[in-house]
C-alpha cells in the first residue's frame, strides 16, 4: 500500500507472502550438482576441441575459485564520490536532452 506521494506506508507488508518456496528448492536442487559441474569445467577446460572452450571453462573455474576480479575506477585521484556521481547526472541529463 502506497501513500498519495508513491511511498509504503508504515505497518502494512509490501511482500506479505515472502519469497516462494519453490525458489529456494530449485537453488538447492542445482547445488546438488556442484561437484559434477565442476569436474566437467575441467574437463572442457583439459580437453575441450576449441581454445575457446578451454579458456572459457578455465576463467569459469577460476571465478568460482577466487571470485570475479574487481573492477578499477580510474579518473581524477582528488575527484571525491560526489563529484563524480554529479558528473554522471549531467551526462545522463545531456543525453536526455538530446533524445527529446
Known sequence: ???ALGQFVAGHTV???GRPKDEHKVAELARTYTLEA???LVELMRSG?????RGTAA???LDKGWGKPKQEIIGESSASFIDASEGVRK???ARKA???
Open 1 to 3: 500500500m502506497r501513500n
Open 49 to 53: 576441441k576449441s581454445e575457446r572452450i
Open 38 to 40: 565442476i569436474e566437467t
Open 91 to 93: 551526462v545522463l541529463g
Open 15 to 17: 511482500n506479505a507472502g
Open 59 to 61: 576463467h569459469a573455474l
Open 98 to 100: 538530446e533524445n527529446s
